[in-house]
Each structure stands twice: as structure tokens, then as C-alpha cells.
Nanobody
Framework: QVQLVESGGVLVQPGGPPRLSCAASGIIFGIYTMGWYRQAPGKQRELVATITSGVRTNYADSVKGRFTISSDTAKNMVVLQMNSLRPEDTAVYYC??????????????WGQGTQVTVSS
């Protein structure tokens, strides 16, 4: 059974640096692209950042230079460090694991989501 369990959702003041963690189980961690997505009220879910093979990263323009994604293969964990938070970063943040199968379909899993609220 695949599980992605997020932690670290908080209520923070602008600028406060929370750190989101996602612990993965039931998958071969190293073969998946791990990522964080977010969904604000009334908006579609959007990509925040992804990391592949522990080194190749991709960020949404809105978070470049402020957020950092990293992974620990030994712990099957992916972390999103968020700095210089802004009120517009308020959203439910979801952990995602995905890979391309041999039949060219995308297999993906989602965590349950964790709320980050940035408010003064």
C-alpha cells in the first residue's frame, strides 16, 4: 500500500520559514519523481517544485529563489523548505510521487495535504 504522509503545515507570519516534509512508503522511492503541489481556495492545483533522482529540480516561477526542494533516499523523504513566505503562498500543499510506466502511462500518488497559512 502506497502512502505519502505530509507534515509541517502551519500558520506563519509573512517571512516565517516553515518546512514541509513528506514521508513515502510502499514505493521504490528512487525511481519516482517527487514533488509538491498546492491548491489555494477557488484555484486549481498547481506545481510548486519537483525533484528527480535526488538532484534534478524544477520550480514554479512564483517560488524560485524562495523555496528549496530536497530528498533523502535513505529516509524515503522529500522536504520543501519555504523562505520569504507571502500571503499568496497560503494553500493546501500536497506531496506527489509519479513515474512513467513501461506502458507509457503515468503512475502517481498523492498525500492527503497539509495547510499552510501565511498571515500577519
Amino acid at each position: 500500500q502506497v502512502q505519502l504522509v505530509e507534515s509541517g503545515g502551519v500558520l506563519v507570519q509573512p517571512g516565517g520559514p516553515p518546512r514541509l516534509s513528506c514521508a513515502a512508503s510502499g514505493i521504490i522511492f528512487g525511481i519516482y519523481t517527487m514533488g509538491w503541489y498546492r491548491q489555494a481556495p477557488g484555484k486549481q492545483r498547481e506545481l510548486v517544485a519537483t525533484i528527480t533522482s535526488g538532484v534534478r529540480t524544477n520550480y514554479a516561477d512564483s517560488v524560485k529563489g524562495r523555496f528549496t526542494i530536497s530528498s533523502d533516499t535513505a529516509k524515503n523523504m522529500v522536504v520543501l523548505q519555504m523562505n520569504s513566505l507571502r500571503p499568496e503562498d497560503t494553500a493546501v500543499y500536497y506531496c506527489n510521487a509519479n513515474r512513467l510506466t513501461s506502458s507509457a502511462t503515468i503512475l502517481q500518488y498523492w498525500g492527503q495535504g497539509t495547510q499552510v497559512t501565511v498571515s500577519s
